[in-house]
């Protein structure tokens, strides 16, 4: 057995170069693609002074109205007669919060009868979305 010249040994440092330049590609990639997860059908909400941000979970759904009276559940279009059986199913069953977010230019009656379905769902608790009012330059 003859001994080894080699003085180089293993190398205990881990090169951690490639490790960042992953994360920071996947930093770009999520920066890039969340505003575009949350978008949904474009409605042009009300102002009100008192709004809280929608919760950014999973754990609740937004029912939108157009200003052409469509209704969607996320992105999703569902018809005035499908409405209960949907929220029946997505919202009651799995205990989930509801939002209503409703174009300013859609009738009060199209939005009583929505709720109306809402309520017929069995669901109780319901938040309605608006904009914050914008202060008026002096």
Known sequence: MGLSTNN???L??????PFVDVMLVLLIIFMVTAPLMTQGVEVDLP???TVRSLPQDNEHLVLSIS???EIFLDEYKVGFDEL???LEKLV???NKMLFLRADKN???GEVVKVMGEIKAAGIDRLG????PVEKKKK
Not at 12 to 17: G, K, L, Q, R
């Open 128 to 131: 309605v979305v608006a904009e």
């Open 106 to 108: 859609v009738a009060y």
């Open 84 to 86: 209960q059986a949907h």
């Open 12 to 17: 205990a440092e881990i090169n951690v170069t």
């Open 47 to 49: 102002q009100t002074r």
């Open 8 to 10: 180089r040994g293993m």
């Open 67 to 69: 200003d052409k009276g």
């Open 92 to 94: 009651k069953k799995q």
